[in-house]
């Protein structure tokens, strides 16, 4: 194990959200639970909190989502989703806009473009940081809702065979959602370009890897689906891979199958499948709410 993945694990996640190595199945069985119960009540013990929403990259999903999470358990957001509308643009560092945010927050969310932008903002900062997406590194919040979405629409987690396809490589959800699946006994797939595929520090024994979608679309129980991240992959772009989901894989698919995508999609899922109740992409958003709600009740000190 590295030195950094070693450091992080010590870190409890309460203090700072910075990889998904810092939970255990415990941990994971009582966020899950909390979001099972938020899902339902009203609630609202983040009175009087603030968190700083501070976004270096887009985003859609994720910061409005920590957004309506906090603002639903009676908290506050400042946010910071178009840094160049702030000091940033005048060559303020990550860590001097942490350390004002810090003045004001009780959490700063963050998403940076940079792999090691959590854990410099770690260092400096005295309230809890919750990676957002790091680069092409890690998205741990993500990896939870998708967890949770999986547990959802499954019921279980254990015995299930998950696809993963798509940027493998560069995809940071991926990298997060594979390394806490290993927490359960589950058959990972991944299918990619040869371009594309898993980074070695994310593979395990008994993983199986594929180029073509339908080598595997039948005995599927999850098929976990990403876009290309191409402002991440350096030089031009030239991958021959065509790897859209179509009416014809889902008709071979299981009828429990459940199709996931983080989101954005850009062409790997027609719109035309969104009817399909197997399409579970829409309600994932929906868990991710929940899962939000759950973490920050969990670090900022609610029930
Ligand atoms: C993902 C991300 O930012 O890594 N989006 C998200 O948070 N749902 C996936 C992506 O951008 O492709």
């Excluded at 399409?279 to 029930?303: D, K, N, P």
Aim: charged share 25%; net charge negative.
């Amino acid at each position: 194990m590295d030195t950094i993945v070693a450091r992080r694990i010590k870190i409890p996640w309460r203090r700072a959200v910075l990889s998904v190595d810092q939970f255990s199945k415990p941990d994971i069985t009582d966020i899950f639970g909390t979001a099972d119960r938020l899902a339902v009540s009203r609630t609202m013990p983040l009175g009087g909190k603030t968190i700083a929403n501070l976004f270096y990259e887009p985003s859609t999903r994720t910061s409005s989502s920590f957004y309506a999470a906090m603002t639903k358990l009676g908290g506050n957001v400042i946010p910071i989703n178009e840094v160049n509308y702030s000091s940033v643009s005048k060559g303020e560092t990550l860590e001097d806009t942490v350390r004002t945010l810090e003045c004001y927050a009780d959490a700063i969310v963050l998403r940076h473009y940079d792999d090691d932008a959590t854990e410099r903002a770690f260092s400096v900062s005295s309230v809890p940081i919750i990676n957002a997406g790091n680069g092409a590194g890690e998205h741990p919040t993500q990896a939870l809702l998708d967890l949770y979405t999986i547990q959802r629409e499954h019921g279980r987690i254990d015995g299930l065979t998950i696809t993963m396809m798509g940027d493998l490589k560069y995809g940071r959800t991926v990298h997060s959602l594979s390394k806490l699946l290993r927490l359960y006994d589950v058959k990972l797939q991944f299918v990619a370009p040869d371009e594309l595929r898993l980074p070695q520090e994310y593979r395990g024994d008994g993983d199986t890897e594929y180029s073509d979608l339908d080598d595997v679309i039948a005995n599927t129980d999850i098929l976990y689906v990403t876009r290309v991240q191409k402002e991440r992959i350096p030089g031009a772009i030239d991958i021959d891979f065509n790897y859209a989901v179509t009416p014809e894989h889902m008709a071979r698919a299981r009828d429990d199958m459940a199709l996931l995508h983080p989101m954005p999609r850009v062409g790997e899922i027609s719109a035309s499948l969104d009817s399909d109740p197997r399409s579970a992409y829409f309600r994932q958003m929906r868990y991710g709410l929940y899962v939000r709600m759950a973490l920050l009740v969990a670090m900022l000190g609610g029930a």
